[in-house]
């Protein structure tokens, strides 16, 4: 695993595309030459245990279901679907989530329960493909305090959150302070709802298919600057560090190799 993960190490930042062009073209790859979604296995979501992770993963495309191969847990992975408020064997795409190729966060599941960890993981998948920071904020707020409303109504209390996201503001002309100042008002969400997890943030940026980029090295300044102790905001993974050699051919979204190196990552960060 460590092999792997060395092999994936020293991507290139270039390049990345605009929010709505992103989301377009990535769901474009993702649907074509994928098998429709597999039959869901509901799976009751409760009692939980305190061997069990309840794990929030938000964020764009890359915490979304855009990766290249599909996964199905192997251990006792649960998928919280925020749109039903029930819980359902853990199998990509994952529900909660756009996209319909695979998530770092099923495979993830499984090495934290083979690893000893846990007994259970139920994964909530919130992330949208495309998405900015001022969108999460704004329009897509909705997906906060919906999982926010149905973890409840379920009896689930948050063990971590994820979150991964920044390439869209990669090409934009967000800067340093604008993105904590945004980060911010998001964790404030799910503070607010009594939701104190710790709220890992990853340095997110790489995405090659589209043109110049200019705007990098301010969007990893303000996810750098948004760890904050107060709100229980820590330093998550850097996956830019996924080269090319763990992406799809657009540079930007990941490969079978680069999503076991993403649930490699974040593995190190789930205690």
């Known amino acids: 695993m460590l092999r792997l993960v060395a092999f ?13 062009l992103l989301t377009q073209y990535a769901r474009q790859t993702e649907l074509a030459g994928l098998p ?11 009692p939980v245990s305190g061997k069990t992770a309840i794990i929030v993963v938000h964020g764009q495309s890359n915490a979304a279901n855009y990766g290249s191969t599909r996964h199905t847990a192997r251990e006792a992975v649960d998928n919280f679907d925020s749109a039903s408020g029930k819980c359902f064997a853990a199998a990509d795409p994952l529900l909660g989530a756009d996209g319909m190729g695979g998530s770092f ?18 994964v909530v998948p919130l992330a949208r493909g495309g998405a900015s920071i001022a969108f999460l904020n704004n329009e897509g707020a909705a997906l906060i305090t919906n999982g926010i409303a149905k973890l409840k109504a379920a009896g689930l209390t948050p ?12 090409v934009s002309t967000t800067t340093a302070d604008q993105y904590a100042l945004l980060l911010h008002q ?5 503070r607010a709802a009594g939701f104190d997890a710790p709220f890992y943030l990853s340095r997110s940026t ?36 996924i080269g090319n050699e763990g992406r799809s051919p657009d540079g930007c979204h990941m490969n079978e190799a680069g999503t ?9 960060f789930v205690k």
């Not at 994936?8 to 709505?20: D, K, N, P, Q």
């Not at 429709?36 to 409760?46: D, K, T």
């Not at 076991?260 to 190190?268: F, G, I, S």
Request: glycine letters at 10%; one cysteine or more; proline letters at 7%.
């Open 105 to 122: 966060a099923t495979r993830l599941g499984d090495m934290l329960i083979q690893d000893g960890r846990y007994d259970r993981v139920i």
């Open 159 to 170: 063990t971590h959150i994820l979150f991964q996201q920044g390439e869209t503001d990669a």
């Open 36 to 46: 429709p979604p597999p039959a869901r296995v509901e799976r009751p979501c409760g």
């Open 186 to 190: 998001l964790v404030k969400r799910f």
């Open 206 to 241: 790489k995405c090659d298919y589209a043109g110049p980029n200019n705007n990098i090295a301010a969007v990893r300044a303000g996810q750098f600057s948004a760890v904050n102790e107060t709100l229980n905001i820590r330093p998550g993974p850097d996956t830019d560090t």
């Open 260 to 268: 076991l190196a993403n649930a490699v990552l974040w593995a190190a």
């Open 8 to 20: 994936l190490m020293g991507g290139v930042l270039v390049g990345t595309i605009a929010g709505s």
